[in-house]
């Protein structure tokens, strides 16, 4: 009797072991960029080539901007610091061979959300971290104030492989005038071009216009006309096939959101922990087991919160204290009269 | 048969590795698109591009088809590269022959020339002329007229259009000139062969080109009038010409500096063939009693071209495949156009890059096939 007993309770913690040993890196064997993310031990993230406020390096090579951020926010939840990520430059037209080809794991360079690219080209959206819209730029000493003053034979600098270029000629040719698209490979060029009198416009995002503004050789000369031509929600963007990694990236992002919705800062999160309130709890890894469906620990959001900060603090770092657009706009939480609403973290 | 069987096998196996190497790659690419839910084909050719490009040989909007955006590109790429070879050629022949000048001054010059500017990366090169040269160009409104009737500013070159009236009268006549040229040197060569006089073919085909096309405005009704550029308001600061034909500067830059840049390798080139000539040869030519200019054109240069044009066939591929560095200041060529925007807006990757690779590889080879024919035209016949 004893002896089975012994036996009995060496299979019972043999069974335990291997069931926890299952329940713990089932998501992870399931999400082979996880795994491999872990294996690394940082985050492939690809950006931009240099746009302020969104992904920029300065001169010692650190990356900031809200773009960033979300990488950022991605390797503290799944490797614990927020520091551990590979960024990768990339120009409009590499970026999303360079994600389905497997180079990066996550795109994070203001890249617009439409149908084709979401259901073509093997990518799947995870969300928006940026609510935007094509603009144009013209010289203040141009004397143009709106669009409706555009004349035929205008010249428009651009990028080449964005919406841009498309919505470019759904404005132009809904107006009915004629003009010359002048598309460069990189946004620099695109700026010294017309910087330097080739084209009478600059036209993109209306925060990439904010942005670039800021590195021309006068940036008063210039200024933003008031329409708004497109919709551009901007966002990461992840392989397709990896659900558990599309959700990491997803939850990640909206922790964000959600930890500024209820307050909840990188200063003030680990006092949260006591919190009333259960969603905030949640948040905070105080209650609820969240992170054991992406395959995480608990504390993955707390994480974020306290080394990336939240959603408000990242815009109010990277977008409004450098002047690039003070004003959030339709950037704004919806209970402040903004478009910013995610579902709940529970 | 034992032997025979030797000289196959390390072939049949080389042919298996390829093949092998090949389909592994074929496949493992296949395994990974459908992994990723990518679809391959070639359809979206077909489809409507929605994006227009700045400058075109035919005519080209966003409703037009991606096709027709690949055809626009290739063209593009093909008139830089027509155009850079022209001009490379006739500066790479000049600075060349000046290399050997007795000049001191000339030939110094030609080799400061030639050391400067094949030294410096292509690129740079294209970058200072957009950039640099761009920035120092006038606005539109503040352009001088140059002899009256063109404006370079920083928008582009505009140069006066020409309207015909009866076009086809005067290329017909241009034809018949050519024809009759073409008739005169064959009867010339036979007039030498036969009883050794030299008729003046030159002064003839001149005259030619030159009497006949002016008889068409004559008495053909052939008038050609001009439209010269007026500058046209947009803004208070914002001007454009209007009228007359635009030349983008980026179409400028990059010509110039393809041209330029290659033409230093072919004044190498043309030097090492005129060089390669023994100075035997010369002076045998001048003592049957050939005139300098007949010692250039009846011995030295039919040897010399003989060194002169395999290396050059290089020359003319190195600038074609370099016509691809206009994506960086946007002259819409191939790779800008058709690699760069349709691939973006499509997402098929491994369709539009292996049809612009292919699409190089031909432009390459006929390229290659046009020079080895001119080569072995020229090449020693031996009896």
């Known amino acids: 009797m004893f002896k089975y007993l012994k036996q009995l309770t060496s299979l019972v913690a043999m069974v335990a072991v291997l069931f926890t040993f299952t329940t713990e890196t089932m998501a992870a064997k399931k999400s082979k960029t996880l795994k491999n993310t872990q294996k690394k031990g940082f985050v492939r993230c690809g950006v931009s080539q240099g746009l302020p406020g969104f992904s920029n390096a300065d001169a010692a090579g650190n990356w900031t901007g809200i773009d960033v951020d979300v990488c950022r926010a991605v390797a503290a939840a799944v490797l614990g610091d927020a520091n551990k990520v590979k960024f990768t430059p990339l120009s409009a037209k590499e970026r999303f061979t360079a994600l389905t080809s497997g180079e990066i794991d996550i795109l994070s360079r203001n890249t617009t959300w439409t149908l084709s690219r979401d259901a073509d080209i093997g990518l799947t959206f995870v969300g928006v971290n940026f609510y935007d819209g094509q603009g144009f730029m013209v010289r203040k000493s141009s004397g143009i104030t709106s669009t409706s003053q555009f004349k035929d034979g205008i010249s428009a600098c651009t990028n080449i492989g964005t919406t841009t270029e498309l919505n470019m000629r759904d404005f132009f040719n809904s107006k009915g005038i004629s003009y010359e698209p002048v598309a460069f490979e990189k946004a620099d060029e695109v700026v010294a071009a017309y910087d330097a009198g080739r084209c009478d416009t600059y036209t993109t995002d209306k925060s990439g216009l904010a942005a670039q503004r800021t590195k021309m050789s006068n940036p008063d000369e210039h200024i933003v006309l008031p329409e708004t031509v497109s919709k551009e929600p901007l966002g990461p963007v992840v392989r397709q096939g990896d659900s558990v990694w599309e959700d990491i990236v997803r939850w990640s992002l909206n922790a964000m959101i959600e930890a500024e919705e209820y307050g909840i800062t990188s200063a003030n999160a680990d006092s949260m922990k006591t919190s009333d309130n259960p969603a905030v709890k949640r948040l905070v890894g105080a209650e609820g087991e969240l992170g054991a469906a992406f395959g995480l620990d608990n504390e993955w959001s707390l994480r974020i919160i306290k080394q990336v900060g939240n959603y408000g603090e990242s815009y109010k770092r990277n977008i409004a204290d450098t002047g690039i657009l003070p004003d959030r706009g339709p950037n704004e939480l919806w209970t402040k009269g903004g478009i910013l609403y995610v579902p709940p973290a529970r | 048969m034992n032997l025979k069987l030797q000289k196959i096998i ?374």
């Open chain 2, 10 to 383: 390390p072939q049949l196996i080389t042919v298996l590795v390829v093949v092998l190497v090949f389909g592994f790659f074929t496949y493992n690419a296949q395994i990974n698109m459908e992994n990723r839910g990518i679809d391959f084909g070639y359809g979206f050719l077909s489809q409507e591009s929605s994006f227009d490009v700045q400058f075109s040989l035919i005519e080209y909007d966003g409703s037009h088809s991606y096709f027709r955006a690949y055809l626009v590109g290739l063209l593009n790429t093909i008139l830089v590269s027509v155009i850079g070879i022209i001009f490379a050629t006739i500066l790479g022949v000049i600075v060349g022959v000046a290399r050997l000048s007795p000049n001191y001054l000339i030939n110094q010059f030609a080799a400061f020339y030639v050391e400067f500017f094949r030294n410096i990366p292509l690129l740079l090169q294209i970058f200072f002329w957009y950039f640099a040269a761009l920035r120092a160009l006038p606005l539109p409104q503040d352009a001088d007229a140059i002899l009256g009737v063109f404006y370079l500013t920083i928008k582009g070159l505009y140069v006066p259009a020409f309207i015909w009236e009866n076009l086809n009268v005067f290329l017909y006549s241009l034809i018949a000139a050519i024809i009759a040229i073409v008739v005169i040197r064959i009867h010339a060569r036979k007039v030498q062969e036969t009883q050794g006089k030299q008729l003046p073919v030159f002064w003839i085909a001149i005259g030619l080109i030159f009497i006949l096309p002016l008889l068409s405005f004559l008495i053909g009704g052939v008038s050609l009038s001009f439209e010269i550029p007026k500058l046209k308001q947009l803004a208070t600061t914002s001007f454009i010409y209007e009228g007359g034909v635009s030349l983008p500067p980026e179409l400028i830059a990059l010509t110039l500096s393809l041209a330029l840049y290659t033409a230093t390798f072919i004044a190498e080139c043309v030097r090492a063939g005129i060089q390669g000539v023994g100075k035997g040869q010369k002076e045998a030519a001048a003592s049957i009693g050939l005139n300098p200019n007949q010692v250039l054109k009846l011995v030295v240069m039919p040897q010399a071209l003989r060194i002169i044009i395999p290396p050059t066939t290089n020359q003319y591929l190195n600038l074609t495949k370099n016509s691809s560095l206009a994506a960086a200041i946007a002259y819409p060529d191939l790779v800008l156009v058709f690699a760069g925007t349709a691939l973006m807006q499509t997402g098929k990757a491994i369709e539009i890059v292996s049809i612009t690779m292919l699409t190089y590889l031909s432009l390459s080879i006929s390229i290659s096939i046009l020079m080895n024919w001119y080569n072995k035209k020229i090449a020693i016949k031996e009896k």
